[in-house]
């Protein structure tokens, strides 16, 4: 190290005055700028009357898992991180108020003991509801992905429902957003090819992007043929050993069977240790066989309308294997800011719910319609 040059720790020395000094301009200097990061803003909605083509950009999102381990007889439960290419959170649904807030207790699966506060969490538990009763609150699991999604996009003034702009009461301006150019919009201020925008799906639309995934997985990405890639070989996951655990030529699998031995870890007689396998695959339209992945392809996206109440159905109507243009500079969003569950204070204001009345013991009075009786 050269002379002078002491890292911060070391150069914490001094008095009260100046550590408090230092501390407070370290504040000023690392206090999080959340400039524009808001999950109500520039959100994607496949389109229900025309298909849009659209590209997920991975992300490496940390996503709380809880896991359940016996030690000494003893259950224990400890938090890993996974690291996935999407965003994941609970949301709860307010039938009374039509808003979603994003759970507080924790991830899923964690011991009520530990839970941390969460209104709707807390207001289910004390209103329980009856076997084919809707509560007010809903509990389900959204994902989020970043999405770039091709086209002319304009920019223009935000209005609202009455049609008058939305000025920034601090700037005087109007808020200004992108939205899809159809051929169709007035009073554009700007014009640009593609938008980075973020995708909050629930389960039934996630699954139809794992869906497509699985197709676009049997593609060759270098001589771009559909369902041209064979697995032939699995084999041992340790790169020194590779001892072959299944050979496909000779031993016919299931998708769901080949699925399910390359995600777990194998004991290998061989080596003796335990490895994801490895696989061999082949095209059968080229020498250069490579799996596409789903981020790979670009898709072709819209929704469907349902009779009745459902929400419209997504369907990935095709999808095209293209190297993804480096002109957009398209880069995974910061979802897990913009996703983190919301503060009590948000959810004691959007719900009219109080933390402090729900986390008391005392049972609420029944409502009166119980002492009623109809005496004849
Ligand atoms: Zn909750
Ligand atoms: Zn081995
Ligand atoms: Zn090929």
């Avoid at 999405?147 to 920034?168: P, R, S, T, W």
């Avoid at 490895?275 to 490579?290: F, L, R, S």
């Amino acid at each position: 190290m050269a002379f002078g040059k002491r890292p911060i720790e070391q150069a914490r020395v001094g008095s009260f005055r100046t550590q408090d000094n230092i501390r407070r301009q370290e504040k000023a200097v690392y206090e999080p700028k959340k400039r524009g990061a808001n999950r109500f803003n520039n959100s994607f909605y496949a389109p229900v009357d025309y298909s849009t083509t659209i590209r997920l950009i991975p992300g490496a999102y940390k996503i709380p898992m809880v896991e359940e381990r016996t030690d000494n007889g003893k259950k224990e439960y400890c938090v890993r991180n996974v690291v996935q290419e999407y965003f994941e959170m609970v949301r709860h649904y307010d039938g009374l108020t039509k808003k979603t807030l994003l759970c507080s207790a924790g991830p899923p699966g964690t011991p009520r003991e530990k839970e941390k506060p969460c209104i709707p969490c807390l207001y289910a538990r004390k209103h329980p509801k009856g076997r084919n009763e809707k509560g007010r609150f809903g509990w389900s699991k959204g994902y989020v992905w970043t999405v770039l999604e091709y086209g002319e996009f304009a920019l223009v003034n935000q209005v609202d429902k009455e049609g008058y702009l939305k000025i920034n009461e601090r700037s005087g301006e109007p808020y200004t957003h992108w939205v899809k150019n159809l051929g169709d919009i007035e009073d554009i201020l700007e014009v640009k090819e593609g938008h980075l925008q973020h995708w909050s799906q629930s389960r039934e639309q996630f699954d139809e992007i794992m869906m497509a995934a699985a197709s676009i997985e049997c593609c060759c990405f270098s001589c771009q043929n559909k369902r041209a890639i064979r697995r032939s070989v699995i084999y041992c996951g340790n790169p020194t050993c590779q001892e072959t655990i299944v050979d496909l030529s000779k031993v016919r699998l299931t998708d769901a069977e080949e699925e399910d031995l390359m995600s777990s870890l194998h004991h290998c007689p061989h080596c003796g240790q335990s490895t994801y396998p490895g696989e061999y695959i082949t095209c059968n339209k080229c020498d250069n066989a490579v799996r596409a992945s789903l981020f790979d392809a670009d898709l072709v996206v819209r929704r469907i309308a349902t009779t009745g109440d459902d929400a419209p159905k997504l369907r990935i109507e095709d999808f095209f294997l293209n190297p993804l243009d480096p002109s957009y500079k398209a880069k995974p969003m910061d979802l897990e800011t913009m996703y983190q569950p919301d503060s009590i204070e948000i959810q004691e204001r959007w719900t009219g719910l109080d933390l402090e009345d729900l986390m008391s013991d005392k049972p609420k009075p029944p409502p009166r319609t119980m002492h009623a009786r109809n005496y004849k």
